[in-house]
């Protein structure tokens, strides 16, 4: 069966520190893989979308950037972290051409 | 463009009590209709789905029926428990390649014993 992860699952930054945080796939191999952002009394909101190795969509310009150096291997990352950038960053996958896409645990990030 | 509106709460029941959540949305072409549930601090669980137009998705003690002729697909459960409480997600997907989900702002269900 397929298993995902994220880590760390808490994490608390300073603004203008860096970020890297990481969701990793076990059980299939080339995935869709999503990054989330859920922030308080807003949804979420679809922060970047990958195919495969190397190819990343943004759906929202911001300060943050994603990328996949491996096959099952999602990260998202910032160089200098805002206020605004606090919130719970949900890895997803989901199987090429399917609908129904699968969630991680979560990070939650605050930025203080 | 896609959007989903849905109740956002928090709606509070007794236990046993019969539970709706509505859901309503905005697409184009025939997307796939989701409910998610969330339990504090954990990531996001698939609860049902349903693919076409009068399809019923369902999963413990819960259903949703895709009606496209109200552009809806609202949550039932004949009977809650206190572990049903929960924030819940109406979701679409109408995307043809690996577009992500829209979702709704979610549903903050409180059930008290």
């Known amino acids: 069966s397929q298993t995902i992860h994220q880590w760390p699952a808490t994490l608390v930054q300073p603004v203008g520190s860096p970020l890297s945080l990481e969701c990793t796939v076990e059980g299939t191999s080339n995935p869709n893989l999503y990054w989330y952002r859920q922030a308080a009394g807003r949804g979420l909101q679809l922060l970047f979308y990958?195919?495969?190795?190397?190819?990343i969509s943004s759906e929202v310009p911001q300060n943050l950037s994603a990328s996949r150096p491996q096959d099952r291997q999602f990260i998202l990352s910032s160089k200098k972290l805002l206020l605004s950038d606090s919130g719970f960053y949900l890895c997803a996958w989901g199987l090429a051409g399917a609908d129904t896409q699968y969630f991680g645990p979560g990070t939650r990030l605050t930025v203080l | 463009g896609n959007s989903v509106t849905q109740m956002e709460g928090p709606v509070t029941l007794s236990e046993e009590a019969f539970l709706t959540i509505n859901c309503t949305y905005t697409a184009t072409g025939y997307p796939s209709l989701f409910w998610y549930v969330q339990y504090p601090g954990e990531g996001l669980q698939l609860l049902l789905k349903?693919?076409?137009?009068?399809d019923k998705g369902s999963n413990k003690g819960f259903e949703a029926t895709y009606r496209k002729e109200t552009t809806s697909f609202h949550l039932e459960k004949g009977s809650v428990q206190v572990s049903d409480s929960a924030v819940y997600f109406c979701a679409l997907y109408s995307g043809g390649g690996a577009d992500g989900l829209t979702f709704g702002k979610g549903t903050h269900l409180i059930i008290q014993p």
């Open positions: 990958s195919v495969g190795i190397g190819q």
């Open positions: 349903a693919t076409k137009a009068d």
